[in-house]
């Protein structure tokens, strides 16, 4: 149980493209899922915390209108890099929370490449 | 803003060794997770420890709260090269930071056969 996905896995995209990367969770509802960026051999840095139904909320120093969040169904989160840069170049996460101890369960990641 | 400190950084041991891995705050935690991520996946939930001074074993890996629930600390036995991995401690919190994760910076382990 507590399985959740990532699409796609990797992805290249020219510098000035959107790129969509969708979370899922595959065997049970999340109301609250999470979007992390991560660079090599680095810990995972928080972006947003996506709310089913409402608006995400951002960390500080996150752009909300270049990384755009949307959760309109309880499995399912999607992030949008807007306009993308070679900057915007990073592992993406997404997780998941469910279980009573605010356990968090992670997607694969994304791979994203911007040339 | 809640700080983990996770340590060692880096950790390069043989086979067969033992080791352990500590994060600490300064901060109260509801709950704390401990994951390990391979390259290119994300992380997976090996534990999560609730209760003040709660010990956990999970085969060769053993976790412990500490009685404040502010620490945490992995300690692996006999590490094996299929251990090699970024281990991460998350702390949980409630009030405005509810469901949200505290991370560690990460411990590399490389178990070498």
């Known amino acids: 149980g507590a399985v959740v996905s990532q699409h796609p896995s990797w992805v290249i995209c020219k510098s000035g493209t959107s790129v969509k990367i969708e979370c899922r969770s595959l065997?049970?509802?999340?109301?609250?899922m999470f979007w992390y960026r991560q660079f090599p051999k680095q810990s995972l840095m928080l972006m947003a915390t996506?709310?089913?139904?409402?608006?995400?909320?951002?960390e500080q120093g996150v752009e909300k209108d270049k990384f755009l969040i949307n959760h309109a169904s309880l499995t399912l989160s999607t992030l949008t890099v807007t306009s993308a840069h070679p900057e915007d170049s990073s592992f993406y996460i997404c997780?998941?929370?469910?279980?009573?101890?605010?356990?968090?369960?992670f997607g694969p990641g994304t791979r994203l490449t911007v040339l | 803003t809640q700080l983990l400190e996770q340590s060692p950084q880096f950790l390069s041991i043989q086979e067969g060794e033992n080791l352990t891995v500590y994060c600490n705050s300064s901060s109260v935690f509801s709950s704390l997770q401990w994951y390990r991520q391979e390259p290119g996946e994300g992380p997976v939930l090996l534990v999560t420890v609730v209760t003040g001074g709660e010990v956990k074993k999970l085969k060769r890996l053993t976790f412990q709260f500490g009685d404040a629930r502010k620490d945490s600390s992995l300690h692996i036995t006999a590490a094996q090269p299929g251990d090699t991995g970024l281990y991460l401690c998350?702390?949980?919190?409630?009030?405005?930071?509810?469901?949200?994760?505290?991370f560690g910076q990460g411990t590399i382990l490389t178990v070498h056969p």
């Open positions: 997780s998941a929370r469910h279980g009573g101890f605010n356990e968090q369960f």
């Open positions: 998350a702390g949980a919190s409630g009030g405005t930071s509810y469901g949200k994760l505290t």
């Open positions: 065997d049970f509802q999340a109301t609250t």
């Open positions: 996506s709310n089913e139904g409402s608006k995400a909320t951002y």
